[in-house]
């Protein structure tokens, strides 16, 4: 057996630039079974892997024929300097499926620098476009807001070449007095004869505490031009939001409402001091459900619903989106027992091929059948065995195109 790496590019890197790393494990003559490979971390690097079906491989090594096949990892330094990518551990599989032994490559090593003008400290994304736009609900120039207002900003990023899982998080701050909620991001990447267009939506709300005036702040997106060759950024202003107290006019108001309820009577009274409980009850409520809201948007079971609604309309890419964002939500052993779980680990795999492979196709039938085994699979889990599988393969992700030159 021969088991080989390498780097495309095989060079250094900059800053948030993706390195694709293959991993080739060739076998003489046959291959009983494709292998099972996992990549484990590497300290100051963003590992994804992006196909769970490798590249099929047959050539000829002094003489001999091999057939076997690559897999593809891609690498995001976050940081300048020398990162060390840690060897593949490869499970060798007998003709049923069954461990018949291991290996693993060998440790890689890129080196990626920070050029002049680019602060590494920020979300960088290196790419040969990148766009970022905002929207502000309600209207920020138009908007009278008072105490326990809000104000949500939805910022929208794409990057060429790069996933929506391969962008780093923004920063989002406020000064005292906003409290600040975000929703879990969502992935609109789009796919275009091989090209992958990376769409990340992130979406914060700003909840206004008491009567003042407010900034908030703007927000910078980084980015190293790979045409250019140059350090550039893309700024998203901020606003200033005033939050008015009531009005005296409307104190006034409230003030002769109250005295025409003290002359009605202790009737009146009474019915006051209920409605004032109940107003203030219900404030709590509120300001308790808005972070459940947000908890519950982020959420796997929030996931889960998602992923149902989404199968059975039988579109393969909105699938495997909501797939890998609820996949994304599960611990890490969660994860790989679903993924190996024979009732959804076929269905998968026919995804994957419907989206990457030259043959492959999903319709709505094969859809409501992965909803079905979505639904199975979570019930297991959610009850493990005391003797849980153990499976090597890492977690899934969104799709990443393969380019020919990179497999060559």
Known sequence: MVVRTSLDPPGGSVVGQPVRLHVDVLFPGSMPRPPRIRLGDAPGAQIL????????LREAIDGQPY??????????????????????????LDAA?????????????IVATVPPGLDASGPVIAATAVTVSQIWEPDPGQARLAPGGALVRTVRRGASGIPAMGMPDLAFSAPDGVRIYADAPRSEDRINRGAVTGERVD??????????????PAIVQPWW??????ARSETLPGVTIAVAAASSEARQRQGRTTARAWVAGSALLGALLLGVLVWRLR????????????NRAASGAAALSQLRRVAQRGDPGATY??????LGRMPADTRQRIRADRRIAPLIDQLERALFGPDGGWSAEQGHALRNAVIEVHRTVRRPSDHPQRVDLPPLNPPWPRSKAGHS
Not at 204 to 215: G, K
Not at 283 to 294: E, F, L, N, Q
Not at 321 to 326: E, I, R, V, Y
């Open 97 to 109: 499926g069954d461990p018949a032994g291991s290996a693993r490559s060998a440790v890689q090593r």
């Open 225 to 230: 031009d790979l045409a250019a060759r140059q």
């Open 67 to 92: 057939v076997g096949q690559q897999f593809e990892f891609v690498v995001f330094p976050r940081r300048g300097g020398a990162i060390e990518i840690p060897s593949a551990e490869i499970t060798l």
């Open 49 to 56: 892997r992006f196909e769970t079906q490798g590249l099929t």
């Open 203 to 216: 979406r914060v709300t700003y909840v206004f505490e008491r009567p003042d005036a407010y900034v908030l």
């Open 321 to 326: 989106a909501a797939l890998a964002t609820w």
């Open 283 to 294: 404030g709590r409520r509120i300001a308790r459900w808005r972070p459940w809201r947000t």
